[in-house]
């Protein structure tokens, strides 16, 4: 099936009518030839789930409430902290250590109280997505881990449901429209998972702020013409931009028609991506033997004394090492671990760190499965060694 010429058939009913309150509101869409009061009606009628209230989940919620999207789902079960604040623009301040869902709702509401918010403080999974999704006309997906979206392309293609697709990182984003009735899915864009660790997360790599809001919007973009009949999607088409020299280019996409159908999801999306068995979360965590920081510190003033010998492994990457680093320790960023390119010295005792102790589990957990026998995960990591340790030193 190759991708759609013309635009697709509106996804929503339009409501029975618009009160004169919603009427002033929307006026500016309602003036609009090719857009009016059909479409606002039909955004008016539409559910939209938003798959994270982070950088792109930021200016896509904001936006579908000013369009008038009748009700918003919230998909987040994260806290706001102040490094989310360069391009988080949903969160604020004064919304530091709270939940990201609900401040997301806070400033849907003062934006547009008009709107139906509805929370789902969860992690996204395979014991929740179908049920999540099915109470939805249309999902947002701005997560950034390959096993997260993988999920959430079987989700919706299981419930014959449109997504809109965005990705950033650094000075790139990507967006597009994934629709397994009508045209390509994510699958068909990615039939593999790249190697684990060969694609940093925004945390790990970072992203300039300000190209959330250009995808982001872009992604809303698409939403308002699926919900509304209007115009030509990016279904079939991915979109590129390079925000360094301001260009946008574009990728075409087919579905592949010897693909089978998706009709259940994966058990395990984490090891379908090549990674261990739920890599980071609390139970690898006890898989793998561990220290805290104040055990850390005595031995490194061991090491000092001549009485240890080990490596200390700093998993993150050079940018976040420039920030902040524990003394005596080596940086040997994740990637280059799990694609085997970079490893460390056999026979040694290794002890792996890194942000939080989640990247590091992994590490550890997976030099483990390659033959080392002495390797030690750093629990709470470079955080937690900075708050009890050097407390001088720079969060981040």
């Known amino acids: ?19 004169d309150e919603e009427t002033l509101r929307y006026s500016r869409h309602l003036i609009i030839p090719e857009f009016g009061m059909p479409a606002q009606q039909r955004l008016k009628n539409a559910r939209v789930l938003v798959i994270g209230a982070g950088g792109l989940g930021s ?30 623009i949903i969160h604020g301040v004064s919304d530091v250590g709270s939940s990201k869902a609900e401040s997301a709702r806070r400033s849907i509401h003062e934006l547009n109280p008009l709107v139906h918010v509805r929370l ?6 395979v014991t929740n997505a179908l049920e999540i999704f099915a109470d939805y006309d249309l999902i947002l997906d701005g997560t950034d881990n390959f096993a997260t979206r993988y999920l959430v392309n079987d989700a919706a293609e299981i419930l014959g449901k449109p997504y809109v697709w965005g990705s950033i990182l650094r000075f790139d ?80 996409v087919r579905k592949d028609p010897a693909a089978v159908p998706v009709t259940e999801l994966e058990a395990d999306y984490d090891a379908f991506c090549g990674l261990p068995a739920n890599a980071g979360s609390e139970d690898s965590r006890e898989e793998v033997p561990a220290v805290g920081v104040r055990e850390l510190q005595q031995l490194l003033a061991a090491r000092t004394a001549g009485e240890r010998d080990f490596d200390l492994l700093d998993v993150r990457e050079p940018g976040e090492y420039a920030i902040v ?43 483990i499965s390659q033959g080392y026998e002495r390797v030690f995960n750093v629990s709470g990591g470079i955080l937690e060694w900075v708050r009890d340790i050097e407390p001088a030193k720079t969060l981040y």
């Open 59 to 88: 200016p896509a919620l904001l936006y579908l409430a000013a369009a008038g999207v009748g009700t918003l789902g919230i998909v987040d079960d994260d806290a706001v902290d102040a490094s989310n604040l360069q391009r988080q």
């Open 1 to 19: 099936m190759s991708e759609p010429s013309t635009a697709l058939p509106p996804l929503v009913e339009p409501a029975a009518g618009l009160t």
């Open 173 to 252: 984003g990507q967006v597009s429209v994934f629709w397994g009735r009508h045209g390509p899915t994510y699958r068909d864009l990615y039939p593999e998972a790249p190697p684990a660790g060969s694609v940093p997360s925004c945390a790990e790599g970072g992203v300039l702020g300000v190209l959330c809001a250009q995808i982001g919007a872009v992604m809303v973009n698409e939403a308002v013409k699926l919900i509304t009949g209007t115009g030509v999607t990016l279904l079939g088409r991915v979109l590129v931009l390079n925000a360094l020299d301001m260009s946008w280019r574009e990728i075409r």
């Open 120 to 125: 789902h403080t969860v992690r996204l999974d």
């Open 325 to 367: 680093s524990i003394d005596g320790s080596v940086l040997m960023p994740r990637s280059g671990i799990l694609s085997g390119e970079s490893l460390p010295e056999r026979g040694r005792d290794l002890y792996v760190h890194c942000k939080s102790g989640g990247r590091s589990a992994e590490v550890a957990a997976f030099l």
